[in-house]
């Protein structure tokens, strides 16, 4: 079964600096999808970005990047110039490839983002 | 578009109840899914729907069932409520990436 960790349980970071976090996962699988989901107070949950396991080149969305570390199953996201709009948890997530369906997300425990004024 | 809706949002019930939430997705997604969220046990799957039909199910005991409906729509129902049902129930339509809705927080007293 596939597992995803997420080791840091919570995170600080002053308004504008840069702070990465971290994930791992576990699969046997050569074809997935990585994800990170950020999750507001409101408690809507907002993807972030999005990384295809086949695509060497790291994923980046205007402030969000990650480091995809295939090899190592490895997947952590930078967050630069941070905001106070983007403390909340945030969640890694792993999903099976399958051609032409949907599979189930598996989550990490999450990470709490604290942005410090 | 319109994003994913849940309603309610809020429902309080009683041990031993039955409740039903709904979800409607983006307009055009066939697939729907639900996760529980608690402090507890985080984030699980519960099933997934895709035109109609249950694909995919998680480890939750039978008193957990959903539907989905020709338009997309989909209910998951609790049977018998149990004090640790107690969770925010999430919704989610997908082409190839989830993208989820609000949530409906359940309270079981």
């Known amino acids: 079964a596939q597992t995803v960790t997420q080791s840091q349980p919570e995170m600080s970071v002053q308004e504008a600096e840069t702070v990465t976090l971290s994930c791992t996962y576990d699969?046997?699988?050569?074809?997935?999808?990585l994800f990170w989901y950020k999750q507001p107070p409101s408690r809507q949950m907002i993807l972030v970005i999005r990384?295809?396991?086949?695509?060497?080149q790291n994923a980046t969305e205007n402030r969000f990047s990650v480091n995809f570390q295939k090899a190592a199953k490895s997947f952590s996201l930078k967050i630069s110039d941070s905001q106070l709009g983007d403390a909340a948890m945030y969640f890694c997530?792993?999903?099976?490839?399958?051609?032409?369906?949907?599979?189930?997300?598996?989550f990490g425990k999450g990470t709490k983002l604290t942005v410090n004024p | 578009k319109a994003g994913v809706t849940q309603t309610p949002r809020y429902l309080i019930k009683t041990r031993g109840q039955q409740v039903t939430l709904s979800c409607s997705p983006i307009?055009?997604?066939?697939?729907v899914s639900w996760y529980q969220q608690t402090p507890g046990q985080g984030l699980q799957f519960l099933f997934e729907?895709?035109?109609?039909?249950?694909?995919n199910k998680g480890n939750f005991p039978g008193r957990f069932s959903g539907r989905q409906f020709s338009n997309s729509r989909s209910e998951m129902n609790v049977s018998t409520l149990e004090l640790g049902d107690s969770a925010l129930y999430l919704c989610?339509?997908?082409?190839?990436?989830?993208?989820f809705g609000p949530g409906t927080r359940l309270t079981v007293l």
């Open positions: 989610a339509s997908s082409t190839d990436t989830q993208y």
């Open positions: 699969t046997s699988e050569s074809d997935y999808y």
């Open positions: 990384q295809e396991a086949y695509k060497q």
């Open positions: 997530a792993y999903r099976r490839f399958t051609q032409g369906g949907s599979e189930k997300l598996v």
């Open positions: 307009s055009g997604h066939r697939s």
């Open positions: 729907y895709f035109s109609e039909t249950q694909r």
